[in-house]
């Protein structure tokens, strides 16, 4: 086969995704993601695209929780289809689906980063409430590295890419092109 022709028409089911997600990952993304699913065929493969720059993680894992049910308990196969950008929480939403049902269109880019944190601690009152206060900020750091451990490996889950070279590159925002995601199995396909 020329490798210079498109390959979409082997999956058909790409041309028309029946979720359509583009912007900021955050509340009002999850609205349109569910009234999205409420909308589409009841029956038969969902695909899901998306285009984001970023946003809220927890909105992303909330959506790629959503996916993982529908196929759990609706038995729906759920694919995957990144379009030109899916950075930071896109990275995390598209953890949700196993790679082989992965797919990037052509000059897309990833970006997979540590989560980030902007927090004041202040420190007024009573001395024993301050060791509280603190306390309290670590357990949230701690959980939050818990949640991006799981997520990172979630993403990288069978393919080529090592959990370890994944943490040395994350803090400085690594970028994936398409065919290199392709060539480390984080994705099965470019279209």
């Given at each position: 086969?020329?490798q ?24 009002a ?19 899901f695209s998306i285009?984001t ?9 909330a ?12 038995g ?6 990144g379009k030109?950008a899916v ?6 939403f598209?953890?949700?689906?196993p ?33 509280a206060?603190?306390?309290?900020k ?29 943490l ?12 290199e ?8 396909d470019?279209i």
């Open positions: 086969m020329d210079t022709k498109p390959n979409a028409r082997q999956y058909p089911l790409l041309a028309h995704p029946h979720v359509h997600l583009h912007g900021t990952v955050n509340d993304m999850y609205d349109s993601f569910r009234q999205q699913i409420l909308d589409a065929p009841q029956e038969g493969s969902l695909v285009t720059l970023g946003g809220d993680p927890e909105v992303a894992r959506m790629g929780d959503d996916v993982r049910l529908i196929g759990e308990y609706a729906r196969e759920t694919l995957f289809l030109v950075y930071s929480a896109g990275a995390t598209m953890a949700a689906f790679n082989d049902k992965r797919f990037l269109t052509r000059g897309t880019r990833l970006l997979i980063h540590e989560r980030q944190m902007t927090a004041t601690v202040e420190l007024n009152g009573p001395l024993r409430m301050q060791i206060n603190l306390k309290g670590l357990h949230e750091i701690e959980q939050s590295i818990a949640i991006e451990e799981e997520g990172f490996r979630a993403l990288i889950a069978g393919s080529s890419v090592d959990y370890d070279e994944l040395r590159k994350a803090p400085n925002n690594w970028y994936i092109d398409c065919e995601a392709m060539a480390m199995g984080l994705v099965l470019v």
